[in-house]
């Protein structure tokens, strides 16, 4: 078990510019995550996969933001033209669904985002 | 709509002393609870979650966190805290429409240990 795994760890953009993260959840998760925090923040939810299917987004994921999930496996979030509110620490967890909303969700160690 | 309120940014307390970290939330529907806990420079661990049953739950560290259904509330205690227990805790709870199982956290509680 090799944990949920986020590439890369940091970022430093400057304004305007794309960006793309990585997530790897644990293998066989069917569920995945994206939560973003900022500095004295718990996590806030920004989106939900369901294997491919992008089942649920937050009214936070502005039209800047995208994810995906090709083949229910890893996830990319692109940020389009970067603005310094995006700055942040965004977390990826996984787990594995067992019909309730219980499941434990495990968290990757997330990527820190600096826009300049 | 669902929402978790950590009363207090940070609990100082001296080792060995116990200690509580108090968590409200507040939902129409029913909810599973969580404790997350993050170390400094880690990514989020389960420390302990109530699904049913027993209000009682334990965690292998020795925290221990009771869901008190009339009070909205799920506070966390240790009856002797360890230095290595410095980190920060957030209290979730997962509960929405569907079945997303989306977590919504509280703004976390900074536990420092001191010796």
């Known amino acids: 078990d090799t944990g949920v795994s986020q590439n890369p760890r940091h970022k430093i953009t400057k304004r305007g510019q794309n960006v793309t993260f990585r997530c790897d959840p644990i293998s066989e998760h069917n569920r995945l995550y994206w939560y973003r925090q900022t500095l004295g923040q718990g996590p806030e939810f920004l989106t939900y996969f369901q294997n491919e299917a992008q089942l649920e987004k937050s009214r936070l994921l502005s039209d800047r933001f995208s994810a995906e999930r090709p083949k229910g496996s890893f996830s990319t979030l692109e940020i389009q033209r970067t603005e310094q509110g995006d700055s942040a620490m965004y977390l990826c967890?996984?787990?594995?669904?067992?019909?309730?909303?219980?499941?434990?969700?495990?968290f990757g160690p997330g990527t820190r985002l600096t826009v300049l | 709509a669902q929402s978790v309120t950590q009363l207090d940014s940070q609990v100082p307390v001296f080792e060995e002393a116990p200690v509580e970290l108090r968590c409200n939330y507040s939902s129409s529907v029913s909810v599973y609870l969580f404790w997350y806990v993050q170390y400094p420079n880690q990514g989020l661990q389960l420390l302990l979650k109530?699904?049913?049953?027993?209000?009682l739950v334990e965690s292998i560290n020795g925290f221990e966190a009771e869901f008190n259904k009339s009070q909205t509330s799920f506070h966390l205690r240790k009856p002797s805290v360890h230095i290595s227990d410095t980190a920060e805790y957030f209290c979730?709870?997962?509960?929405?429409?569907?079945?997303?199982?989306?977590?919504?956290f509280g703004q976390g509680t900074t536990l420092q240990v001191k010796p």
């Open positions: 109530y699904l049913s049953g027993s209000t």
């Open positions: 979730a709870v997962s509960a929405g429409t569907g079945n997303t199982g989306k977590l919504i």
């Open positions: 967890a996984s787990s594995l669904a067992a019909g309730g909303l219980g499941d434990t969700q495990y």
